[in-house]
């Protein structure tokens, strides 16, 4: 059965009567709740095998995706179709891995897991000696450098997690419990590189790392892409990777310390220790070279059509693990399949407008990314060779694990407080009688962790939102308990897969309100900009900063 919502129908609110929908030009949208449910589960089905890049699930999705826009008539960016090739390199390393911590003879998978992003068909590193480095930090804005007086040529570092604010959130130190993007691990990896050594292995610490060594061992084992970037290649780490806590602590405690005290030390102030300790690690890596493919498609503005707003969700998931016992399958249903169907479902509701006579000012384009889970890989490829220029496009507005929940009282804003965009949600939200706030757990770095950020890095104004913490109602929590029940624990994991008893409502919600927050921007001459003491203020300055 075809579900036809308004925007105030919508909400299911009796004081939307109150706030007459403004979207685009007033005009009221249907959303199909049945379509929606259907993109997430065909693209989340068995036969697209978890849509890793570079397979045959990417085939079966380009072609799925690409045939969706085109039956919405969206224009092809480079006149051919609606794919951007991303060279993409996928390193494999062996199952049979040989590493030795000091005297620890550790195991793959269960204790440790290891990679190299080289293309070198052996990895073999002989008593290299480990070296602590704390949260593996250099940041002079926070006065810190944990490689302070370090050659690390040779070495590997053995990194924290996180950053020292989440260890100590009332000490001043960072932004508190909100992550910054020193504590991801791609900085950490990125910042050992840069300091030269040869490898670096990050403890994994369930609290500090917001998920559980299972999410490590999927995503970290088996085929891992990478940017095909020779020069960034040959200055990365030869080895990466994480250990458990526990093989962390037997490791210290052969070196004569204490795991815990020296955790403290690291987060009061910058420390490295040598551990006294070698690693020896030996295993068979096989680098590929191939294309993945972002999927780009436009609806031009009527006036402004160098001005573009952006919707962004990632089509990939992590595919096949062949290794593992029974299911086999990462579909990847609420992680992305359901945010890939959001922004088809939105850009259907603009072309249906534009078809009746009714564009937006400005131009709409939509990009489902490939390679978000190896590193947001399609989107940081788009931003560094942009279809449409940077200085052009004025917003990001990125979908990534819709709303399974039910209906919510409360919209979250990850990341809240960075950019004026954000603005035009929270106006959305009133039609809804919502209010904005922000992530829950602002120490898991979300705003760091999805597409939108390869954006705000280059000063674009680009925000990850919604679903909320509140339930409308007794009977939608008494829902949602149980459904995370079900979904616990699914995560990165084989368990999420499309179920025919979601409460899809408050997802079609969270998408009325990205719609009406793209249509009243992609209808006025505003150019939203970064706030004064977030980190891309200096880029694109929120408009009050930049007239001082």
Sequence with gaps: MRTILSACALAMLSACSQHPSNINDTTEVSFDENRFRQDIKILSSDEFEGRAPTTKGEELTLTYLSEAFSAMGLKKPNGKDYLQAVPMVTYTPSEQQQIQLGDLAVKYRQDIVLSSRHDLANIDINNAPLVFVGYGINAPEYQWNDYQDLDMAGKIAVILVNDPGFALPDSGKFNGK???????????????????????????????????????????????????????????????????????????????????????????????????????????????YSNSYNVVATLPGSTRPDEQLLFTAHWDHIGIDPNKQGDQIYNGALDNASGTAGILEIARQFADQANKGKPLARSLTFIATTGEEQGLLG?????????????????????????????????????KGKSELENYLIDALKSQNRTAKSEKYPEAGGFFRSDHFSFAKKGVPAIFAGGGSEPV??????????????????YHNVCDEYREDWDLSGALEDLAIFYQAAATLGNNNDWPGYYKGTEFNALRPAKADAMQ
């Design 178 to 288: 909100a992550m910054t993007y020193y504590g991801r691990w791609s900085y950490k990896f990125e910042e050992a590189s840069r300091q030269g050594a040869l490898g670096a292995i990050i403890i994994h610490d369930t609290k500090p790392a917001s998920y559980p060594w299972s999410v490590v061992e999927n995503s970290w084992t088996g085929a891992q892409q990478d940017l095909a970037n020779t020069e960034q290649q040959s200055k990365r780490v030869k080895v990466e990777g994480w250990m458990t806590y526990n093989i962390a602590e037997q490791l210290f405690t052969k070196a004569g310390l204490s795991l815990s005290t020296v955790v403290d030390r690291a987060a009061a102030s910058p420390i490295n220790l040598a551990l006294n300790q070698n690693a020896s690690i030996a295993f068979a890596n096989k680098a590929q």
């Design 379 to 415: 989107s940081r490829y788009y931003a560094a060779d942009p279809i449409y220029p940077l200085d052009k496009t004025v917003a990001v507005f990125n979908l990534d694990s819709t709303n399974v929940y039910g209906r919510t009282l409360d919209y979250t804003i990850i990341g």
């Design 473 to 490: 109602d007794e009977a939608t929590a008494q829902y949602k308990a149980a459904m995370q029940i079900k979904m616990k624990g699914c």
